[in-house]
């Protein structure tokens, strides 16, 4: 791999930065001073320093984002605040984005990579990937709202979702709920809801596949997956 690629890869910065940095000669492998870009390393093998701090390669990054309500889900918008902008400047170099969306106002489990392949596989219609939500709804919801969602709802445009579980946590004049989907279209949950005369006042996303959100984790908070995590999003 090209020494540039490597050390960008690795999140020390830009190819830009990268080539700053080799031309004022902070980087070495095994070693010796390097300040050519194109030289080409062994990732797993060489010993690489910039600044005389190791670097391991890493290709990919995997980040758990306990998203709060207010910013939005993309890389980038010139009006809101992203969730991209949550992050440290370490982690931004590498380039991640959301698996998915969660809505302005939704908070909770939120993904965020570089690896297109996963994020792929996670939001394939075919995969059927389950996403279980925390929701209050105004109105009381009842076993015939969780019979609708069992057998698919459908929507003022006309789509019918596929089949949903709903449970009742709490039921009142704001009922608490718990709903698994395995589809993501837009504003789903809110007009599933609309579909059978109720409303979302609050909504959180708990789990994405098989893994659960860090309830150590505060709104706005995140960390890296563990190696074990990573293995979980894979199976999911």
Excluded: W
């Amino acid at each position: 791999m090209r020494l540039d690629k490597f050390l960008a890869n690795a999140g020390v910065g830009s190819r830009k930065e990268v080539k700053a940095l080799l031309k004022k000669r902070c980087v070495t492998v095994n070693g010796q001073l390097v300040k050519d870009s194109s030289v080409h390393v062994d990732e797993m093998n060489d010993s690489i320093t910039v600044n005389g701090n190791p670097i391991h390669y890493q290709k990919y990054t995997y980040i758990m984002l306990h998203k709060p309500s207010g910013v939005i889900s993309a890389t980038e918008d010139k009006q809101d605040k992203t969730v991209i902008e949550l992050l440290s400047h370490d982690l931004q170099k590498f380039k991640p984005f959301p698996v998915g969306r969660l809505d302005k106002d939704t908070e909770g489990l939120l993904i965020l990579t570089n690896d297109g392949q996963l994020a792929h596989e996670l939001l394939s219609p075919k995969k059927h990937v389950t996403k279980t939500y925390f929701a209050k709804i105004k109105g009381e919801v009842t076993e015939a709202d969780c019979m609708a969602f069992a057998n698919g709802v459908t929507l003022e445009d006309g789509y019918r979702t596929k089949p949903a579980t709903l449970r009742i946590l709490k039921q009142g004049a704001q009922s608490e709920v718990e709903i698994m989907i395995t589809e993501g279209k837009y504003h789903q949950i809110k007009r599933m809801f609309r579909a059978v005369d109720k409303q979302v006042a609050y909504l959180k996303r708990t789990t994405m596949g098989k893994l659960h959100l860090d309830k150590a984790l505060k709104k706005g908070e995140y960390r890296q997956l563990r190696v074990e995590e990573v293995k979980l999003l894979q199976d999911s």
